[in-house]
């Protein structure tokens, strides 16, 4: 089962704080701070996709669970961007920059409900670890709905955008 996956518009202080870090620990201690303040319904600058991240990610580049798979600038919606965290723990934490943003808002305000449903029914469920049922579609797309407002809202501001969440069932890059 996948984890829970947010994504928090940073501004410059918090962007600051988190590529300043001193080490994996404190980088995670901030985001989680970070994504709490966010609270668990978000509010302006976070968007939470609960469990959907994964099928959401997949959707979005090559249907596989990879950090910087493509196309671009799609695969910065999820895992794609700058990996920071690299402790030892089984945790995710994906930047991407304000330049970067405004890409990844236009590819993705371009994403229609039929074009990701083709997405999500073409992956391989075997390879995938999950059944692909058109209840999960229907979570998969309300979870991505928000995403593409989100990303021109931070755009807009011209903030980064960290997507967090524990690695738990992230299949190895192949």
Known sequence: MSTLGVHVALNDDELKRVLEAPDPDSLLEFVREVVE???????????????????????LTNGRLEYEAGPWPLAYGVLGGQHLYGGD???VVMLVLPDQVAEAAQALGGVSKDWLREKYFGMDAEACGFA?????FEDTWENFSGLPGFFTRAAAAGRAV???????DREEEE
């Open 132 to 136: 692909l049922k058109e209840a999960h």
């Open 37 to 59: 303040d966010a609270g668990v319904e978000g509010d302006e600058w976070s968007h939470h996709t609960e469990t959907s991240w994964n099928a959401i990610h997949r959707c």
């Open 162 to 168: 960290i997507f967090a969440s524990k690695e738990g």
């Open 89 to 91: 723990r089984d945790d």
